[in-house]
């Protein structure tokens, strides 16, 4: 339920290419269309600090050690809900970012077996347990994705398909581990289609 005192903090997951940023960004411009205060954000890069994160993370130039990678990626959101997210949720608003927590879970902890409690306890520091009220979760074929994504890659879209399926099959179990919160819309449908899917929810969710 959406309060004034609290705001309301809406995330957009899924593998890359899935489709979400084009769908987070029509949601934000929906929501103001109907007066809703709200911020688009987005991970990792949303801060100074997190712009310059972001290069040393998804660089091909550079090759981070996987103990590197997870801290990247944590101080980059450290800074994000202290700077961005936080305060637009104290001032009431809806905040819409694509990629959280989850992307941590499916990349780090799925992808790249990264211990589960370590990210809960480090994510949990960084954030002061900020945890989003509403997840859409695209789900989309690999081969499909990557038509998508085309050529340019960088670091991390450069990984193999087995590191993809693994983070695809991590982010359909956070679904069902949490299926109040995560949404998990079949990205393969065509981009009307799933944003009426997202606005039904969002707007139920709402009100
Ligand atoms: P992501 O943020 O998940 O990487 P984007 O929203 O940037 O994905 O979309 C990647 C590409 O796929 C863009 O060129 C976009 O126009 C296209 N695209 C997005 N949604 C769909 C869809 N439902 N069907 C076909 N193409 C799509
Ligand atoms: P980005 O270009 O923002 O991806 P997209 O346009 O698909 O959203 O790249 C972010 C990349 O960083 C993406 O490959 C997922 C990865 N990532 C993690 O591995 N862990 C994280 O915690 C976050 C936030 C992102």
């Known amino acids: 339920m959406f309060s004034l005192e609290k705001g309301y ?24 269309n109907k007066g809703y205060e709200t911020v688009f954000t987005r991970e990792p890069g949303a801060t100074v600090i997190g712009k310059e994160v972001r290069k ?6 550079f090759d981070p050690c996987l103990e590197c990678e ?5 101080a980059d959101r450290a800074e994000h809900v202290s700077k961005v997210i936080r305060p637009n949720l104290e001032e009431g608003k809806i905040v ?7 992307s ?5 902890r799925y992808g790249r077996n990264v211990n589960v409690d370590f990210l809960v306890q480090a994510h ?12 859409f979760l695209f789900d989309l074929d690999l081969e499909v994705a990557f038509e998508r994504i085309g050529d340019r890659r960088d670091r991390m879209e450069n990984e193999d398909l ?8 991590g982010f ?9 919160r995560v949404k998990v819309i079949d990205g393969s449908k065509n981009i009307e289609e799933i944003f009426r899917e997202v606005c039904l929810s969002t707007y139920d969710c709402l009100s």
Request: a negative charge; glycine letters at 4%; one cysteine or more.
């Open 9 to 32: 903090f809406i995330t957009f997951e899924g593998i890359d290419g899935c489709g979400k940023s084009t769908q987070a960004n029509n949601l934000v411009r929906s929501l103001k």
């Open 96 to 102: 819409v970012c694509d990629r959280y927590f989850d």
């Open 162 to 169: 087995e590191f993809f399926e693994r983070v695809r099959q």
């Open 124 to 135: 949990d520091f960084s954030t002061r347990s900020l945890y989003p009220d509403l997840t």
């Open 104 to 108: 941590t879970l499916a990349y780090q």
């Open 56 to 61: 040393l993370a998804l660089s091909n130039q």
């Open 172 to 180: 359909l179990e956070i679904a069902k581990a949490y299926p109040q």
């Open 70 to 74: 997870v801290l990247l990626f944590q």
